[in-house]
């Protein structure tokens, strides 16, 4: 009984049993699992703990007696070995976790890491292609499939696990647009360019073909095995090398739930270590000496579109972000517009023709007197986006109207259901910003408990068995 109980431990055994990476581990790993995580993060996720067991147990300490002393050092021990922030920010924020769970599930009475500093990571502006090169490289496409892979990414802006993942009936001709299952299985449609579609059409009949072909090459290579011939004399008889040959012999045809893929290759759906491949083979036929991987052309269709003037809310939703302060990092890459800007409101900008929708209008100040022979001054409306020539004329046209720096209050009601702040310890009210919309409580103390109900909440829900 008490080998089962270490086996199998449970909140009401844990203050006997001792606490395994290897048991607990695995459990928290099902656990994410269970709530929708992809299999990646289950398999990046070991890894990180791994790495910090192998870590723990070269200090011979306890996963029970874990402090945040103990994760402090080993936060140290990483930077010695010379790991970049980002990385040991990663490694760490699966350790913060996983004892959060347990702490969560009673397994231990209180998560040591609850107040880990937060480790600073440098915000990196992401790399992105020249528009001439990515025109390069999209001309360098020579099959099919390499121009529906190239039109999917830097035309559409995909991730490689969304491209990998699309399937036939995910693909709508009529409104061109394709079904997207992104991170966290959540589903959004995405639109595809006409040259896209057609690629995608003409890819069509080659993958029936290719298909076919590996059908065939596999129940041959199965036959030739049945009669006892070696992978050698396989090889020399369908013309291929022996471990192509071992490989056909030894693995069964691509299965119908792989053949429902778009992209597939001779063994079923097409894997993200040949799509890298594919990348490589096109950029060196393009003659591009950057190394061209999926994530950089998704860098620069957010680039690009902001350099042709997309709104931020639109580029949002074509990257399938949750926060449009993800999508805000593009917006650091975009030097054309901030250098065509530059050019066109500053005196000493450089030589840069302007629009022609700018235009020299006259202050709209009636008493302005600092134009030319006394006066309205003039200023270039479209660039600056004013009507006044400088900030001296602004307050004495508005007058007695409220500026614009002056915030707009409205009084609210705190969002805590259980604020006892207002009169006889109701719900308090208080003042904000008419276009602050995420300011909904009185106080951060109330903010907390209500962040802290929703918590506890979701934890009940994920302990019930």
């Not at 945040?68 to 980002?86: C, F, H, N, Y």
């Not at 040949?274 to 036929?285: G, H, I």
């Not at 308090?428 to 409580?441: C, E, L, N, P, V």
Request: aromatic share 4%; net charge positive.
């Amino acid at each position: 009984m008490k080998e089962i109980r270490e086996l199998d431990p449970s909140p009401r055994t844990c203050s006997r049993a001792r606490l395994s990476m290897a048991v607990h581990g695995e459990k928290y790993l099902t656990e994410l699992l269970n709530h929708g995580r992809s299999e990646g993060t289950a398999v990046a996720y070991r890894r990180r703990l791994a790495l910090f067991d192998e870590w723990r147990h070269s200090t011979e300490t306890p996963l029970e007696a874990v402090t945040r002393d103990t994760v402090e050092q080993w936060i140290s021990d990483m930077r010695q070995q010379g790991l970049a922030p980002k990385n040991i920010a990663i490694q760490v924020g699966a350790v913060r976790c996983f004892f959060a769970w347990l702490s969560d599930l009673d397994y231990i009475p209180k998560n040591p890491l609850a107040r880990l500093r937060a480790i600073k990571v440098p915000r990196k502006v992401p790399p992105v292609l020249p528009k001439k090169a990515c025109e390069a490289l999209m001309a360098a496409a020579k099959t099919t499939r390499e121009r529906v892979i190239l039109e999917l990414l830097y035309g559409s802006g995909l991730r490689a696990a969304e491209l990998l993942g699309i399937n036939l009936q995910d693909i709508n001709f009529t409104q061109r647009q394709v079904l997207i299952r992104g991170k966290g299985d959540k589903e959004r449609y995405q639109p595809i360019s006409e040259a896209a579609a057609a690629a995608i059409k003409s890819w069509l009949g080659e993958r029936t073909e290719i298909l076919e072909a590996s059908r065939k090459a596999h129940s041959e290579a199965a036959q030739l095995r049945r009669k006892g011939r070696t992978f050698q004399e396989i090889g020399r008889s369908m013309g291929v090398s022996t471990p192509v040959a071992f490989r056909l012999a030894t693995t069964p045809a691509p299965a119908a739930r792989e053949e429902r893929a778009l992209l597939v290759g001779r063994q079923g759906r097409l894997r993200k270590s040949m799509l890298q491949q594919v990348l490589k083979t096109v950029a060196r036929r393009a003659e591009i000496d950057v190394r061209i991987y999926p994530h950089l052309l998704r860098h620069c269709f957010a680039t690009h579109l902001l350099d042709g003037g997309a709104d931020l809310r639109v580029v949002q939703e074509l990257m399938g972000h949750d926060s449009i302060a993800t999508t805000q990092v593009y917006t650091h890459v975009s030097i054309e517009r901030l250098r065509q800007g530059y050019a066109a409101a500053h005196p000493r900008g450089g030589s840069a023709v302007r629009p022609e929708a700018e235009k020299l209008t006259l202050c709209a100040n009636e008493n302005c007197r600092k134009g030319s022979g006394g006066g309205p001054g003039r200023v270039l409306t479209a660039s600056i986006g004013t009507r006044y020539c400088s900030r001296e004329c602004r307050p004495s046209v508005i007058g007695k109207t409220r500026s614009r720096s002056v915030p707009i209050l409205e009084s609210r009601h705190c969002a805590n259901l259980k604020c006892d702040r207002g009169p006889e310890r109701g719900r308090a009210t208080f003042q904000a910003d008419i276009s602050d919309h995420r300011r909904k409580f009185c106080s951060i103390q109330c903010k907390k408990r209500v962040c802290r109900a929703r918590a506890a909440l979701k934890h009940q829900a994920i302990a019930k068995p």
